[in-house]
């Protein structure tokens, strides 16, 4: 029996992380104890017996570990595999997942944040939507470097650590340890390390904005007829898409009170239009949602609702506010 016990220790062991069915379990507990309980009595045998069971706890672990291997070749090594979701030639973190799943894949581990696609294109991989950190071992010489392709380029490694962000506006990637390459799709290429990240897409160069006339033409000794002042306009708020990529920055860089101030801001800014803070609110009620949660989301989602009764979010703020209601 101690060796038994001893087997289904190390099994236990070897299966960390993974959480297994009332069947599987029931099913491992019966296959163990009839190797121990079938080894023979004699001494001679304790051996062999204790091997048997271990072969058998090497089967289990084996035919277990074949179960979390998807069509893409991706291996669920922690979390619950109910978050994890095999598509054709990936896989999909579901969006209501409260942990952070951990796979294998090509030499390298990645963790995956909620509501990830993470897809495989031949030798490379392809993060759809998401955020994803990646450890890759260090590559030899000569051996195919690790590729994870996004909206505007690749990101090639060879060894290092990194976290790619991308939605549906652009990306990021931040690197932790060593360097990578952002090779973009016009053929340019930027090395990014250790501390340092790069967002996409690059913004476009812009000619310098001509001065206004009008206003250069005004001076203090030709005042407006409004109470006897001069007129000014006001500064134009930052371009929506920029304030949206330097939220993927702060969100990729785990900088939540900035990337919650960033969209207080821009949502309460008039200068936006009613599309463009309606979108703010909607970040910034997601973000607070995953950062926050409780009484301070259901705050947030219910002003959403209030300022903005038409949201362009389809049924995702409804859905939101009935969740509150529970």
Same mark, same amino acid.
């Given at each position: ?47 062999? #017996? ?51 799943? $951990? ?57 290092? $650590? ?7 506006? #652009? ?30 897409? $690059? ?21 407006s007829p409004q ?36 969209? $207080? ?13 309606e979108r703010f ?46």
């Amino acid at each position: 029996m101690r060796d038994f016990n001893e087997a289904t220790r190390a099994a236990r062991e070897r299966l960390d992380g993974e959480t297994l069915s009332a069947a599987e379990s029931a099913w491992l507990e019966r296959a163990l104890r009839g190797a121990a309980e079938a080894r023979p009595r004699r001494r001679v045998w304790v051996l062999t #017996g204790a091997a048997a069971a271990l072969a058998t706890v090497a089967a289990v672990v084996f035919f277990m570990s074949r179960e979390t291997q998807t069509p893409g070749g991706f291996v669920v090594l922690s979390g619950k595999r109910a978050c994890v979701t095999a598509l054709a030639d990936g896989v999909e973190v579901l969006a209501s997942c409260a942990l952070t799943p $951990r796979l294998a894949v090509d030499g390298a581990e990645a963790e995956l944040a909620a509501g990830t696609v993470l897809l495989r294109e031949q030798s490379a991989l392809r993060l759809r939507r998401g955020r994803a950190t990646f450890a890759v071992t260090k590559r030899k010489p000569g051996e195919q470097p690790f590729v994870v392709r996004v909206s505007d380029g690749a990101v090639v490694v060879t060894g290092t $650590r990194f976290t790619v962000s991308q939605s549906a506006e #652009g990306g990021a990637v931040a690197v932790t340890e060593g360097t990578v390459e952002l090779r973009w799709a016009d053929g340019q290429v930027s090395p990014v390390r250790a501390g340092e990240s790069v967002v996409w897409p $690059r913004p476009a160069a812009k000619a310098e904005p001509m001065p206004d006339v009008t206003d250069e033409l005004e001076t203090p000794d030709a005042p407006s007829p409004q109470h006897g002042r001069r007129t000014t306009k006001a500064a134009p708020p930052p371009d929506a898409n920029k304030v949206l990529r330097q939220l993927l920055q702060l969100r990729t860089q785990n900088r939540t009170d900035e990337a919650l101030a960033l969209l $207080r801001e821009a949502r309460n800014n008039r200068a936006y239009t009613a599309v463009q803070r309606e979108r703010f609110g909607f970040e910034l009620c997601n973000l607070v949602t995953q950062a926050r949660g409780g009484s301070e989301a259901c705050a947030c989602w219910k002003r959403h609702a209030r300022d903005f009764p038409a949201s362009a979010r389809g049924e995702q703020v409804p859905e939101a506010l009935r969740k509150c209601a529970k």
